[in-house]
Each structure stands twice: as C-alpha cells, then as structure tokens.
C-alpha cells in the first residue's frame, strides 16, 4: 500500500512538472502587471531575472552549475546574477 502511494505521488510529480514547463514556456497568456499608463521595463525584467534564476536553483536542486546549464548562462553569469540580486540558495 505504501509502495502504491509513492508510485502515485511520483506520477503526480511528473503531470506537475510537465503542467508547470507548459506554463513556463508561455502556452498560458503572461500576465502583464496591471498599470494605467506605463510599465517600468527594467524593473520587470528584474522580477522576471529573478523569477527564471530561482526557478532554475530549485529545479536543479541549488546546483549553480546545473542552473547555468539549464538557463544557457554562463555560471559565472548566474553567479553574479545571484549576487546582485541577493538570491539565496
């Protein structure tokens, strides 16, 4: 029984990932911030950066290296990245 439920969680792992790589390749509508007039562009790329850096660190387990790789940065790139923007692991 045990077993069984293990198997289950890890098949509902795998639909989650596969639903969340969906959305992270944008096959739902980005939601845009809701302002009247303008949208400050440096600042949501910031928050984008930051979202993609994260995202990566987790999915590769904290691994630096294997989130630069994911991400096709360089990892000194991803490193100074994390710096400036305070990431924490």
């Known amino acids: 029984m045990l077993d069984d439920q293990i198997e289950r969680l890890r098949e509902l792992t795998f639909d989650l990932t596969d639903e ?3 959305l992270f390749q944008f096959e739902a509508p980005l939601k845009l911030p809701s302002v009247p007039d303008k949208i400050d562009f440096y600042r949501e790329v910031r928050r984008f950066e930051i979202f993609l850096i994260k995202w990566a660190l987790k999915r590769m387990a904290g691994s630096q ?3 630069s790789n994911l991400l096709k940065l360089d990892s ?5 990245k994390i710096k400036a923007y305070k990431i924490s692991r």
């Open 76 to 80: 000194t790139t991803l490193n100074k």
């Open 65 to 67: 290296v294997r989130a």
């Open 20 to 22: 969340l790589e969906k």
